[in-house]
């Protein structure tokens, strides 16, 4: 029969050897734990390797191995675009909403996915339609930002086509038009096609017409401007596939000099594509 000495003992080291498992798990398990960063360019990649996947399957797995606090401002919003991801709105708009305040592209990226947000997960379609205004006032376009308010303002506008306000879907389209040059491969240039049906109903698909061959040209131009003043270094970044590239923002899309001029030919091909198909009715 043991003595109360060694039971003592016994229960010292039972102790000891518990507590030296439960740290080498602790240290397993925050191996396994993964930056937002880390965890969005992980879930990229398995979208982009495996189009069979519904995209929520392929990311999902990563979500409970994400670090979510005391975070730096990048990874603060690398957060929100996980969340976002995946389909998880609530979350996503608090992440986002504690980068917004800003100039910078973080602040700027942010503010999109909120307007996306509110729009497709909240409903605010008043709110949104009012954040278009307030964003482009505070962020001007940039060349390296493609979409711009292409996604509000074709998001606000198609909730006044479904109303028959064609009238404001017209004003929206051509607001946007009017901030934006050729400086960019911006996707707003397309916005007549997308509410062509609009102009044709106020008598006006000429106008819409006109608006997309006026930018055709508009951007053939500055393609061609572009191709004459190619830099001599020019290092190439990755290209995802389409169901990777359209969820990217200012933040994570990275694109060479001659990449860019892979998305003006695409933009112009584009709407070169519209136009005759929208002559042709």
């Known amino acids: 029969m043991k003595t109360a000495n060694q039971l003592s003992k016994l229960l010292l080291c039972l102790i000891l050897l518990f507590n030296a498992n439960a740290i080498a798990q602790d240290e397993d398990s925050n191996s396994n734990m993964l930056l937002p960063s880390e ?14 996947k519904k995209r929520i399957d392929a990311t999902k797995p990563y979500l409970p191995r994400v670090i979510t606090t005391e975070l730096s401002r990048e990874e603060q919003f690398y957060l929100g675009d ?4 995946n389909f998880m709105p609530q979350e996503s708009l608090d992440a986002f909403s504690k980068v917004k305040d800003g100039n910078d592209e973080i602040s700027r990226a942010a503010w999109q996915r909120i307007m996306q947000i509110n729009f497709r997960a909240f409903e605010k379609h008043g709110e949104v339609e009012k ?6 006032k505070h962020f001007k376009p940039n060349p390296k930002d493609q979409y711009y308010m292409f996604e509000p303002v074709n998001n606000v506008c198609g909730k006044h086509a479904g109303e028959n306000n064609h009238k404001k879907v017209v004003e929206l389209v051509e607001e946007e038009l009017k901030t ?3 400086n960019g491969a911006y996707q707003s240039f397309l916005l007549p096609a997308y509410q062509f049906n609009s102009y ?32 001599e270094n020019d290092p190439d970044y ?13 933040v994570t899309n ?18 070169t594509k519209a136009y005759n198909y929208f002559k042709g009715q």
Not at 254 to 270: H, V
Request: glycine letters at 4%.
């Open 39 to 52: 965890a969005l360019t992980l879930m990229m990649n398995e979208v982009n390797m495996h189009p069979e």
């Open 82 to 85: 996980v969340y976002f991801w």
């Open 131 to 136: 954040q278009i205004s307030e964003f482009r």
């Open 180 to 182: 934006i040059d050729y």
């Open 200 to 231: 044709k109903v106020l008598g006006k698909g000429d106008t819409a017409l006109s608006l997309l061959e006026k930018a055709k040209n508009g951007l053939q131009n500055a393609l061609d401007n572009r191709r004459n003043a190619m830099p």
């Open 238 to 250: 990755l290209i995802h596939t389409s169901r990777v590239r359209g969820m990217e923002t200012i």
């Open 254 to 271: 990275k694109l060479s000099y001659k990449q860019m001029n892979d998305e003006y030919e695409k933009l112009i091909e584009s709407i």
